[in-house]
């Protein structure tokens, strides 16, 4: 049972020292099955490559790249090793009050979070082998054919939806009989995309609606985006499959693979008479290391920490880092672009029917059931059962294009009794009793919008020269007005899947109670809804592009198609910053898309063998 019993006893009780329970039980847990991740603390003067940041990204090149015997291979990691307090799908919430999440908060935005605790967006980020997929909700969609066939035609040339489904294909291994002989799913990859076992009746009503807007139930990760469907999620047999599982766990026995965690990089070195990068810089248990590379430094720190290491080294914009008295080496417009996902939480509907709420994970049959089986409730991915992709009436994109996401929870926030997605989303004390005290003993589900292709636009910038200071996340949500028009008609579609047949027959009914700060306006007006975005919008923790994928005549482009950084030799970004525009999906797919990507390119600039890739 891998100790699981402890995890659920724990989410049921607020811990004031939850991570010294983590920590106990990671060190519990990796001594009775001898799953400990070997610890690299001695190292080569050099290696051939060097791996900042074992995320999703990560840990996909330290497999790809290790593959060459020959080659030497260093990962280095800030965090540790995951343990099973991250394994069940439910309660990925919970995963994020403890260290594996590097609790990020961003900068105020004068249109989101204004609401929201101290005003500002929680931005949770993974931290440790694994990164993000150790903490996120584990939702596996990759997006609309349109978004890479657009960043093929802005010169990005390898990049169009026909080159790069084979890697989406070579990662994954599909748990779904009926895609088995899908020519758009991979059945031979090491990472488990499946079905929750469990299926509500909200869920039923969900997919039957989508016929009454127009939509068909469909795989999002098919032929076409746009329609309802069930959660595919990355989760093997009921738990969570991370990167670590999928891609690090099985190759620990390869000698040339050197993984180092608790190693915080501090700088790149880059040479910068032959702007070359020559190794990295990092803190280990208190000491300074340097390590140097013979073939490539890959930086794979993600959409936050990739920017900052680039600027903290000396590349970035010169008049920035000459503010901060950081030597140029490489002018490039490192940390703009930034794009993430917008979402509302908080609408909620009373259904006639048992949902998923902090009470019913005592339920002892649904706790036995995920223990013994790997099945019930426990599993479903991040409480998410299903979501259909939708165009807003007024959208500008293609006729088939999906501009908004709506998320079917089999719970919803007014069930968080116990207060894990308040702390997640910073959502107050005083919103949640207001909205939900008289109705915490109800039947509720919730129905979360999501902008898929937002035009506003943030940046990462320093906030000191100091590698261990955060730098300045600039969200800038919803500055567009398109933005705001298009989550208002997101919300407003929600509330007309509410009212579909399918819905009313199971009681669908919203609950139709003011938000907080918003009460002087007309209910449901659209004057009442930017208010609500303006004060509980958030993000759905999909920050990418702040170091952007472009030919060298976009001079907002900060690498080029084969992820090279512009003007430095022997230097990649791989991760969610490398994307020109956010996809219309879920990103972490993407970012492992990328990685095995990258590793091809990788290996064939260095003349390396490629295996074959499966059409």
């Known amino acids: 049972m891998r100790l699981g019993y402890l995890l659920i006893f724990w989410t049921c009780f607020?811990?004031?020292h939850c991570q010294l329970l983590v920590d106990l039980f990671r060190d519990l847990e990796t001594s009775l099955l001898n799953t400990r991740i070997p610890d690299t603390t001695e190292f080569l003067p050099e290696y051939d490559f060097i791996i900042?940041?074992?995320?999703?990204?990560?840990?996909?090149?330290?497999?790809?790249?290790?593959?060459?015997?020959?080659?030497?291979?260093?990962?280095?990691?800030?965090?540790?090793?995951?343990?099973?307090?991250?394994?069940v799908p439910l309660t990925a919430a919970l995963t994020q009050t403890t260290?594996?999440?590097?609790?990020?908060?961003?900068?105020a935005t004068p249109n989101a979070c204004q609401g929201l605790r101290n005003g500002v967006c929680n931005w949770p980020k993974g931290r440790g082998i694994g990164g993000t997929s150790l903490i996120n909700f584990m939702l596996y969609t990759r997006g609309h054919r349109r978004d890479y066939d657009g960043w093929a035609a802005a010169n990005n040339s390898g990049w169009s939806y026909a080159e790069v489904l084979p890697y989406f294909k070579k990662s994954e291994r599909i748990g779904i009989p009926e895609l088995y002989r899908s020519p758009y799913h991979g059945r031979n990859g090491p990472l488990d995309v499946q079905y929750t076992d469990y299926k509500s009746r909200q869920l039923k009503a969900f997919l039957k609606s989508s016929r009454e807007l127009g939509y068909e139930i469909t795989d999002t990760n098919g032929e076409q985006l746009m329609g309802f469907a069930r959660a595919q999620?990355?989760?093997?047999?009921?738990?969570?499959?991370?990167?670590?599982?999928?891609?690090?766990?099985?190759?620990?026995?390869?000698?040339?693979?050197?993984?180092?965690?608790?190693?915080?990089?501090?700088?790149?070195?880059?040479?910068?008479?032959?702007?070359?990068?020559?190794?990295?810089?990092?803190?280990?248990?208190?000491q300074r290391f340097v390590v140097r590379a013979s073939k490539e430094v890959i930086l794979s720190a993600g959409a936050i920490a990739s920017p900052q290491l680039l600027m903290l080294s000396g590349v970035g914009p010169r008049a920035h880092l000459q503010e901060h008295k950081i030597p140029v080496i490489q002018d490039l417009s490192v940390g703009?672009?930034?794009?993430?996902?917008?979402?509302?939480?908080?609408?909620?509907?009373?259904?006639?029917?048992?949902?998923?709420?902090?009470?019913?994970?005592?339920?002892?049959?649904?706790?036995?059931?995920?223990?013994?089986?790997?099945?019930?409730?426990?599993?479903?991915?991040?409480?998410?059962?299903?979501?259909?992709?939708?165009?807003?009436?007024?959208?500008?994109?293609?006729?088939?294009?999906?501009?908004?996401?709506?998320?079917?929870?089999?719970?919803?926030?007014?069930?968080?009794?116990?207060?894990?997605?308040?702390?997640?989303?910073?959502i107050p004390d005083q919103f949640y009793h207001k909205m939900y005290s008289d109705i915490q003993d109800k039947n509720t589900f919730g129905l979360v919008p999501v902008l898929l292709r937002p035009k506003s636009t943030g940046r990462i910038s320093l906030r000191s020269r100091n590698p261990f200071h955060w730098p300045r996340m600039e969200p800038n949500f919803m500055q567009h007005p398109d933005d705001v028009r298009a989550m208002i008609e997101g919300i407003e579609m929600i509330l007309q899947l509410s009212s579909t047949k399918s819905m009313r027959k199971i009681g669908t009914r919203f609950h139709s109670r003011s938000f907080p700060g918003c009460e002087h306006l007309i209910f449901a007006s659209h004057d009442y809804w930017r208010c609500c975005l303006r004060l509980y919008g958030s993000s759905l923790q999909h920050q990418s592009g702040t170091?952007?994928?472009?030919?060298?005549?976009?001079?907002?482009?900060?690498?080029?198609?084969?992820?090279?950084?512009?003007?430095?030799q022997h230097l990649r970004v791989a991760d969610?910053?490398?994307?020109?525009?956010?996809p219309a999906g879920h990103t972490n797919a993407i970012v492992i898309m990328i990685a095995e990507k990258a590793a091809d390119m990788i290996k064939n600039a260095w003349r390396m063998k490629i295996a074959p890739l499966e059409k």
């Open 14 to 16: 607020e811990c004031s």
């Open 52 to 87: 900042v940041g074992a995320g999703s990204a990560g840990c996909v090149l330290a497999n790809r790249l290790s593959e060459i015997s020959s080659a030497q291979v260093l990962l280095l990691e800030a965090g540790d090793q995951e343990t099973f307090i991250s394994d």
């Open 99 to 107: 260290r594996y999440n590097w609790g990020y908060k961003a900068d």
């Open 233 to 286: 999620a990355t989760i093997r047999q009921g738990r969570r499959c991370s990167t670590s599982k999928a891609f690090i766990q099985p190759v620990l026995h390869r000698r040339n693979l050197h993984i180092s965690m608790k190693s915080w990089v501090t700088k790149l070195l880059i040479d910068p008479r032959t702007k070359m990068a020559i190794g990295v810089e990092f803190t280990k248990q208190r």
């Open 336 to 426: 703009y672009n930034l794009q993430d996902h917008i979402t509302l939480n908080g609408l909620t509907f009373m259904v006639n029917d048992s949902t998923v709420n902090d009470a019913r994970l005592l339920n002892p049959q649904d706790i036995f059931s995920y223990l013994f089986a790997g099945q019930g409730p426990y599993t479903i991915p991040g409480g998410a059962e299903a979501f259909a992709f939708v165009r807003t009436p007024s959208s500008s994109f293609a006729k088939d294009y999906a501009d908004m996401e709506l998320v079917l929870g089999a719970g919803s926030l007014s069930g968080d009794r116990f207060g894990t997605l308040r702390d997640l989303l910073g």
């Open 547 to 568: 170091c952007k994928m472009g030919p060298s005549t976009d001079a907002t482009a900060v690498v080029d198609p084969e992820l090279r950084v512009h003007g430095i």
């Open 576 to 582: 969610a910053s490398i994307m020109p525009h956010v």
